[in-house]
């Protein structure tokens, strides 16, 4: 018998996978078929219609003040611009007690070791500390503001040089380069200080994102739903020291069994199977129609090294539909996940999915009209009635309309690719993923220094007179974290 012979199995090429093959022929015909019809995802076109647009882009942003400008200013003025833009607190503004709401009153004396001054020393009449000391809040006037944890540690604040931080942060500059921007020879600033500045104004930008996605609701419309992760890390609960073997019982037989091989003992030693823990996970949810975006945080998920990233919780997508979604006179709009398309069910939101596993990325789905409420069926009439841009065929029991999430995927590109221009992208912390996120999609909406400075006022304004919120809580998203959805 010439020619070929049989290799050895270690040798041999690996199986071919159960799954059927895909028919690319059918799937682009599938993914075509709106265009055919004259279906649209939206009946607005964001090209022509400037009004409908998300966003301002740098290079038409127009600011009242310029960089040259606040190079030049002195802490005094610089001052003087916080305090009018209510950064800052008033001469006369009265604090509360973060323990029982009393109004804070002037210390009888200050304390010898931090040499702080009596008038800038607040304390409460009724609670007391361990040592039966009145509670005491030093260096009130700048209480809540990035300055009074600077202040504990003994510096004067730079208001000067943190507006320069300040504009570049609002202007997407990297971290990187804001160092080389903002100092001279009369300013220097380290790298922890900037550090803990940007943190702090990504915090409020997120604070303010998240505050008035609250308020979002969606009626009337198609709706979609995704998931994303931004960041993957080891599990850092595994041994650090995988090289080192677990110690065994001793054996008291003379023949010991044999040792494995050297290629599975190198194997184990590197930790090959060690889990993946998948950080800054968002449900992103947007209107076709009013383009406007809700995201909504979810928990970090282990899976093996290799594996692809998980899908969407079911608890996460239940919270989202019941704050955000009117489910009587929405028509949702997903992939083909497991927990999208049942939550949908039981809400009783008509979903249209589209099946990435075999390349469907805008498939055309018919709907059935006796799964619709009334209301539910206005939606998709009125959409079918527009003249140039319909984004629904009405039938006699059915409605046609273009399925799948590529507007919330192109909402997820957007954000990453944001924070990759601000190299934030897989280079963050776990505990700041998620926060960085809602920073990133509030410059993306409203650059520029004022919004920014609106944002430290209005964070100010909401936790100096909070219960349960301490001066040293604020900016830490470890201690101030009830706003997150």
């Not at 400037?50 to 003025?77: C, H, M, N, P, V």
């Not at 009337?220 to 993957?232: A, M, R, T």
């Not at 009334?374 to 079918?384: D, F, H």
């Not at 919330?408 to 924070?419: C, D, N, T, V």
Request: proline share 5%.
């Amino acid at each position: 018998m010439g020619g070929s012979t049989i290799r050895p199995k270690k040798f041999q090429a690996p199986a071919l996978s159960k799954r059927p093959k895909r028919n690319l022929k059918n799937v682009r015909a599938t993914n075509r078929k709106h265009v055919a019809l004259g279906l649209k995802a939206s009946t607005h076109d964001r090209g022509t219609d400037k009004s409908r647009r998300t966003g301002t882009r740098l290079r038409r942003l127009t600011q009242e003040i310029y960089f040259a400008d606040i190079t030049q200013w002195s802490d005094g003025k610089a001052e003087k611009f916080l305090r009018s833009h209510e950064v800052l607190p008033g001469k006369k503004e009265k604090l509360h007690c973060w323990e029982c709401d009393s109004v804070l009153e002037k210390s009888n004396k200050a304390s010898s070791s931090s040499g702080n001054d009596v008038v800038d020393v607040l304390q409460c009449p009724r609670c007391r500390t361990k040592g039966r000391h009145a509670l005491e809040l030093k260096n009130a006037s700048l209480s809540y503001t990035p300055f009074w944890s600077s202040m504990s540690r003994g510096y004067s604040p730079q208001y000067a040089l943190w507006l320069r931080v300040l504009f570049a942060v609002s202007v997407k500059v990297p971290k990187d380069s804001i160092l080389h921007m903002v100092q001279d020879a009369k300013h220097s600033l380290s790298e922890k200080l900037l550090d803990r500045w940007v943190n702090e104004c990504f915090f409020v930008l997120a604070y303010m994102e998240s505050k008035e996605q609250e308020k979002v609701q969606f009626q009337d419309e198609i709706v979609e739903l995704d998931g994303s992760k931004v960041c993957s890390h080891k599990k850092t609960s595994q041994p650090t020291h995988l090289k080192r073997r677990r110690r065994t019982k001793s054996s008291n037989t003379i023949v010991k069994p044999p040792l494995p091989g050297r290629f599975a003992r190198n194997q184990a030693a590197r930790g090959d199977k060690r889990p993946m823990v998948h950080h800054g996970r968002m449900l992103y949810v947007k209107g076709r129609g009013s383009r406007k975006v809700v995201m909504v945080t979810m928990r970090p998920r282990t899976t093996q090294k290799g594996a692809p990233s998980p899908p969407e919780d079911a608890t996460t997508v239940r919270k989202a539909l019941q704050r955000h979604v009117d489910a009587k006179s929405c028509v949702s709009a997903t992939d083909s996940a497991k927990a999208l398309t049942a939550t949908c069910r039981k809400f009783g939101l008509p979903n249209a999915p589209a099946r990435h596993c075999i390349d469907e990325m805008s498939p055309t789905v018919e709907l059935n009209q006796s799964d619709m409420t009334k209301q539910q069926q206005k939606t998709l009439t009125k959409a079918s009635k527009v003249l140039k841009r319909p984004a629904a065929l009405k039938r006699k029991q059915s409605f046609l309309i273009v399925g799948g999430d590529n507007s919330a995927e192109s909402e997820i590109s957007r954000a990453k690719g944001q924070m990759r221009r601000t190299n934030m992208l897989g280079r963050i912390s776990p505990r700041n993923a998620q926060v960085q996120q809602f920073a990133v999609k509030r410059l993306l909406e409203k650059p520029g220094l004022m919004p920014l400075v609106t944002a430290f006022a209005e964070y100010r304004r909401d936790r100096k007179n909070q219960m349960g919120i301490q001066p040293g809580h604020a900016f830490q998203i470890d201690k101030d974290n009830t706003w997150l959805p």
